[in-house]
């Protein structure tokens, strides 16, 4: 069985300083990770992703983060977040031997003026 | 626009109503999913299509619930007698039937059961 799970649910932070997001998950088999992000009254969109290869993925925005295995971790990064920030971020994980998505609860990211 | 789109955007009903959402994917995506969403949770996973088949249910799907794709394109998200728990965001994905790691999502409907 597969989990998700997002450590923290709201993140305060000021405007310019660095943000991290912390999601964790739990499998049987190996899995493709992914960060979402939902603005008000939008779609879910795709920030980055992570297949194989270098743990290090960089994604839209300025946003990056790191696959880590051993402690089964896909912590989501920016180093100077801005107003436009402020959203819901979701992270999923893919069992790559199926095709359902699993989601955490997901981060509400507040950046503060 | 190219991207997934919903009907409607907002769908208020009373309870023991049937509704019936829309959802087009993006052209020549072969995979097509539904997902529920109520407040402070993430998507969980509903149902999917590859083309018209209908491949993967959700255990949580109760029989209240039918999804359909008749031609591989649209599809539709159908909850009879609607319960006031039933009340939630729902969502579409689509994914390319070779790259199907990745899942674009639309905006939603909103369900609202009085």
């Known amino acids: 069985a597969q989990s998700v799970t997002q450590l923290d649910s709201q993140v305060p932070v000021f405007e310019e300083a660095p943000v991290e997001l912390r999601c964790n998950y739990s499998?049987?088999?190996?899995?493709?990770l992914f960060w979402y992000v939902q603005y008000p009254n939008q779609g879910l969109q795709l920030l980055l992703k992570?297949?194989?290869?270098?743990?290090l993925v960089k994604g839209i925005n300025g946003f990056e983060a790191e696959f880590n295995k051993s402690q089964t971790s896909f912590h989501l990064r920016k180093p100077s977040v801005h107003i436009s920030d402020t959203a819901e971020y979701f992270c999923?994980?893919?069992?790559?031997?199926?095709?359902?998505?699993?989601f955490g609860t997901g981060t509400s990211l507040t950046v503060i003026p | 626009d190219t991207g997934v789109s919903q009907d409607p955007r907002h769908k208020i009903t009373k309870r023991g109503q049937n509704v019936t959402f829309r959802c087009d994917p993006i052209s020549e995506h072969n995979r097509l999913y539904w997902y529920r969403q109520t407040l402070g949770q993430g998507p969980e996973f509903l149902t999917y299509f590859q083309n018209e088949a209908q491949l993967e249910k959700s255990r949580l799907l109760s029989d209240r619930f039918s999804a359909e794709r008749p031609k591989g394109s649209f599809s539709t998200l159908e909850i009879q007698r609607t319960e006031q728990g039933d009340s939630a965001m729902y969502l579409c994905?689509?994914?390319?039937?070779?790259?199907?790691?990745?899942?674009?999502f639309g905006p939603g409907t909103r369900l609202t059961v009085l």
């Open positions: 999923a994980v893919n069992p790559n031997t199926g095709n359902q998505f699993y």
């Open positions: 499998s049987s088999v190996s899995v493709y």
């Open positions: 994905a689509s994914s390319p039937g070779v790259d199907t790691d990745t899942q674009y």
């Open positions: 992570y297949l194989s290869g270098s743990t």
